[in-house]
């Protein structure tokens, strides 16, 4: 992906919708920036380092998801079916900063930096019931386990590199 595709974000803008993940539940704030049953979806995530994404894969052939990194560090966890760590990459500006995550494929990305900044794009019409699916075998968001498990992710993403 080129960063001529990718579009360009104002300082005042960034600073807002850190302030809105600031205020949100799951700590991140996403910019969509594709129309309602666009095929392909463009949207900007702003992220706080103690934000927990519940793993899940894209069912679906054409949702591949891929990922580039604007601001910040990111631990990107795939599992397998049983929920353990098969692999880890970190993106991390001025690095690798590109990534294509394989449709159903187990994932999350853990935060390595205070605030982060991805831009996110994947084919196929959004529809909440068949978008993602959420792994069984890990807590849900805003649960009482979520946190513990999101440090567990957090040092086991370390020995990966």
Known sequence: MTIKEIPNLLNKDIDSYFESAANSDRRRFPKILHNKGDYHNKVFNFILEDSYMHPHLHPGVEKIEKMTLIEGSIALILF?????????????????????????TWHTYVM???KVIIYETMDGIYDISTW???????????????????EMLKYKSRSFN
């Not at 993602?132 to 999101?150: G, R």
Request: a negative charge.
């Open 132 to 150: 993602k699916k959420m792994a069984p075998w890990a807590p849900k968001e805003n649960s009482l386990d979520a946190s513990k498990y999101l």
């Open 112 to 114: 390595l930096s205070s």
């Open 80 to 104: 397998n079916e049983d929920g353990e760590i098969k692999e880890c990459e970190v993106l991390e500006k001025g690095k690798r900063d590109f990534i294509e995550v394989p449709s159903f």
